[in-house]
């Protein structure tokens, strides 16, 4: 048997009603509550199980739509829908996640139910400098790979002045390994004599 999303996302997101929501969207995957301020979007993908929560301001275009994760992010706040998404294939599951969701919007969501402004506009910056900070490690890491490839490779061909300007750019990211065959191969060129 299916579980019933909606019924049970709705017992789950009751408080919004007492928070002046009006439930204005509902189908099999899917509910949109409305204030006059702001919105709480649920979907449920049946396919993975994946359950999200978007709040975002009324009239706000979907670049300006955030979920609980980027919410909770931003308060650091330590719960489990933080660190990985949650999801639920049958109803038992897809009832306690919804209450985990319920629970956590109604205790660390509140500027944003309130329709706060700043509230939205600080977790705008706050995501931008995310992606900013995730797209700068992502091109470290990718850079960083290039290195070692080459690095190895080196090693591999006894080329320990290679090696050395290699990892030496890297130094201060290098694994215990790459540490030692760094220090290996500025032993062997002191040995031979190259500057």
């Known amino acids: 048997m299916r579980p019933r999303f909606g019924d049970l996302a709705e017992r789950a997101f009751a408080f919004l009603s007492d928070a002046g929501f009006q439930l204005t969207r509902s189908d099999p995957h899917r509910l949109l509550y409305e204030s006059s301020r702001s919105f ?5 993908d049946d396919r993975s199980g994946e359950i999200g929560v978007w ?23 330590d719960v489990p ?5 949650l999801h639920a294939m049958d109803e038992d599951r897809l009832t306690s996640c919804l209450q985990r969701l319920a629970a956590d919007t109604q205790a660390y969501a509140g500027a944003a ?13 706050f995501r931008t400098s995310k992606a900013v900070k995730l797209t700068k490690e992502y091109e ?3 850079e960083q790979g290039l290195v070692r490839a080459a690095a190895e490779q080196a090693w591999r061909d006894h080329a320990f002045d290679t090696v050395a300007h290699l990892f030496g750019t890297i130094e201060h990211d290098l694994t ?3 540490r030692g065959k760094l220090t290996y191969a500025r032993r062997q060129i002191a040995k031979s004599g190259q500057p």
């Open 176 to 178: 215990a390994s790459e």
């Open 113 to 125: 139910l309130a329709g706060d402004p700043e509230f939205f506009r600080s977790l705008g910056v």
């Open 55 to 77: 709040v975002g301001l009324i009239g706000a275009s979907r670049h300006d739509t955030f979920s609980l994760t980027d919410l909770l992010d931003m308060l650091d706040v």
């Open 81 to 85: 829908a933080r660190v990985a998404p």
């Open 140 to 142: 470290k890491g990718h």
């Open 40 to 44: 709480v979007d649920l979907d449920w």
